[in-house]
């Protein structure tokens, strides 16, 4: 394994006696151990692997020189020796000189992915190497880093490590294999992941999944610029880790869900608290003709817990639905509020019916502050803004200062013949949104 190289530039000018003169240059600088004749090992810059011919370097013009020791070649103990010589000149010695520091007692606040043989070349197997590598973070208390590449897996990665990389779009975890990316499932509470993408295949399952196990019980995470991207089913998994925050995150190009939240019996409300903001949900569900509510595709599903929160989200170009909720058959969800975002359907997906929100089973959603497009102009396409499902109570919908646009078979809203809302949708802009009246039956726009 490489140290790490330390550079030593001390002159830019020749001393000569107690006076000093103009930098001299092309003088030779030759590099021994301390005390000594014995020719150290340096390098001239801090990649090439090949030491430099007698330990010796030569001055520039305006008299300056550097040369590098690698860590890996002496103990921080090590001390050196410089001579500098030039015809007609007297020589100069610097003894002693310490030029590796003393690192003793400090610890690295990462472990670094390819100290343990990761290449992040996109081509060479590295499920191994990542897998040791988070290990090894885990065992130390440190972070996982993913220093920028593409690092291909051929199977799932299950880990417990935090993880960062230097960005989403340079650190990338490239699934190849068939079943999910990395599961998160056994994180500890208030885990922290940032700045890296799980990319996945047409054949691979999810991208980042926070339950596989019975007893998986995450929560309180933080996301922070994570992408899942180009997954055979959902981007994210999300299940049982409550008040996880996700900021900056980006769904898209998956077969499934961008984003799907659920609960089963006994996991005390899988979405409670939970929060995405500025997160982008884009293109995901695939291109198939019928996709219906129950085939988990589209945009973002929530099921089970209170209060989730959608704060200046993309949420667009799904098909067919971009937000979904009472999706999963073990319960609805309590209060979703959307603010401040975008939320549009796509234009001539797949599907014959689709749009911007279906709300089902007991759900609560307040929608403020939004752009609202339900636009279908393909042949035989209906796009709805808000589309109440199958059951016999659906709670209600509270809308304020909303912009909404339709086009083609657009409309605002249907409620599935015999169903009733708890309470009527109550909106500000009657321009653009009707009241329900009796019997769940818009009323005209005024």
């Not at 979703?336 to 975008?342: A, D, F």
């Amino acid at each position: 394994m490489a140290g790490r190289r330390y550079r030593l530039s001390p002159l830019s000018i020749r001393e000569t006696g107690t006076t000093y003169s103009a930098p001299i240059a092309s003088a030779t600088v030759t590099v021994y151990l301390a005390g000594t004749t014995t020719l150290a090992t340096c390098y001239a810059d801090t990649t090439t692997g090949t030491a430099l011919a007698s330990s010796a370097t030569t001055t520039s013009a305006s008299g300056y020189f550097e040369f590098f020791v690698d860590s890996k070649d002496y103990t921080s103990t090590q001390r050196f020796k410089i001579v500098i010589t030039k015809a007609t000149y007297s020589d100069v010695t610097y003894d002693n000189l310490i030029i590796l520091p003393d690192l003793s007692g400090v610890t690295n606040p990462y472990v670094d992915v390819r100290a343990y043989g990761a290449i992040g070349d996109g081509t060479t197997d590295d499920t191994t190497a990542l897998t040791n590598a988070f290990s090894a973070a885990v065992t130390a208390g440190r972070r996982a880093y993913l220093p920028a590449g593409t690092y291909k897996i051929l199977s799932v990665i299950r880990t417990t490590a935090e993880i960062f990389g230097d960005s989403p779009l340079k650190s990338v975890i490239y699934n190849a294999g068939t079943g999910d990316g990395l599961d998160l499932g056994g994180a500890s509470y208030y885990s922290r992941y940032s700045n890296f993408q799980v990319k996945g295949n047409a054949s691979s399952r999810d991208g980042i999944t926070l339950y596989t196990t019975a007893g998986d019980n995450p929560g309180y995470m933080r996301f922070t610029n994570v992408y899942s991207t180009y997954n055979g089913r959902h981007g994210l998994y999300h299940r049982r880790a409550w008040g996880t925050q996700y900021e900056g995150c980006d769904f898209h190009y998956n077969e499934g869900l961008g984003f799907y939240a659920l609960a089963q019996a006994g996991d005390g409300g899988g979405a409670n608290a939970l929060s995405l903001s500025q997160c982008q949900i884009r293109w995901n569900g695939g291109t198939a003709a019928g996709t219906t509510f129950s085939d988990l595709k589209g945009g973002i599903s929530l099921n089970g817990g209170n209060c989730v929160t959608l704060d200046q989200c993309i949420i667009e170009s799904n098909n067919a639905w971009q937000v979904l909720t009472g999706q999963d058959t073990y319960q609805g969800l309590n209060v979703l509020n959307i603010i401040n975002s975008y939320l549009e359907s796509r234009d001539g997906s797949g599907a014959t019916v689709g749009g911007t929100f279906y709300i089902n089973k007991g759900t609560k959603v307040r929608v403020n502050g939004c752009e609202i497009g339900f636009v279908a102009s393909g042949a035989g396409q209906t796009s709805y803004a808000y589309y109440i499902g199958d059951e016999a109570t659906i709670g209600s919908i509270e809308e304020d200062n909303n912009q909404y646009s339709g086009g083609g078979a657009g409309t605002e809203l249907l409620i599935n013949a015999g169903k009733t809302l708890k309470r009527p949708i109550h909106t500000v802009v009657t321009k653009q949104m009707g009241d329900v009246g009796a019997g769940g039956v818009p009323v005209a726009q005024t």
